[in-house]
């Protein structure tokens, strides 16, 4: 049956009406449908999460594969998704979550909070729908003006792939602007605190104008940090005798950490934060923050 003409008998019988501005779109091309199952690599081990129960049809496909849990948090949807699918366990927070892998679509209204959402969970592998100009923040490199903390972010947990850029039309009603099919299968990384390192990198893009030895100082007023993990960086910063016109002198530049970046990479320190590498905020927060 044409995707279109179920979902307006779900309408009918559940008495919901998907309309412009609601958050509410639902997938209603097949082929697209296809190829996020596909990227999911579903096996039947899996416990699957997808947040937004609206992409109702895939849940549908995922359900036939895997063990699926939907976030849902619209009461206009949850009837229908009950009834509809009776393997399914739904859920309303994060908190109740027990999955290894997600698709999620996230809309454009809250795409920067949802991500994150998702960011923070310890999935190994995730398909995700993003606002295309979002999708640009998470695929940009160091220097370019879309690159920011959630670039950084994802590329210290996750391998990502674009997989196909997505037409307004695939969804109905048509969302207001085009989205991006992405793959992020998780990776190796020595962060053990995913929040306090967000917040080390997020404070220091709000300098990201200013080179690091200048911009740290700063940025550490911002950081939503305990006090220990404050006290662990300032101190750490002494011991590398850091202040803002001097970032790491000789006593630093004679440690294994730099030896292992080797000489042209010493510069990146006295780099401005919006040029420096994942792997540049990786180190200096592993440093200052031991």
Known sequence: MNL????????????????????????????LIKKIIFFLELKKSDKVLEVNGSEFFVAREIEKK??????????????????????????????EINSNKSFSFVSAADSGESFLE???????????????EFSQKILAEPGFSDYSALTVMTDTF??????????????FPRTSSDFVLIKFKKKKNKIKNK????????????????????????ALQLMKLDKTTKNKI??????????????????????????????AK???FNQKIY???????????NLLSK
């Open 275 to 285: 040029l420096l590498e994942t792997i540049d905020f990786v180190e200096l927060f």
């Open 158 to 171: 996750f391998e990502v792939n674009k997989i196909v850029q997505v037409n307004s039309d695939s969804f």
């Open 195 to 218: 929040k306090d390192f967000f917040e080390f990198v997020k404070a220091l893009f709000r300098f990201k104008n200013r080179v690091f030895s200048v911009a740290l100082p700063k």
């Open 4 to 31: 279109f003409i179920e979902l307006n008998n779900l309408s009918s019988k559940y008495r919901f009406y998907p309309k412009k501005g609601s958050g509410i779109h639902f997938i209603t091309d097949k082929e």
């Open 234 to 263: 300032l101190k750490n910063a002494e011991k590398t005798e850091f202040n803002e016109n001097n970032f790491f002198r000789k006593k630093f530049n004679q440690t294994a950490f730099l030896e292992k970046r080797q000489a």
């Open 266 to 268: 010493k510069q990146k």
């Open 118 to 132: 998702l960011l923070f969970f310890d999935f190994e592998l995730m398909v995700l729908l993003l606002q295309k």
């Open 66 to 95: 895997s063990s699926l849990t939907v976030l849902e948090k619209k009461k206009e949807l949850t009837e229908m998704l009950k009834k509809e699918l009776s393997k399914t366990k739904l859920v309303s927070s994060f908190s």
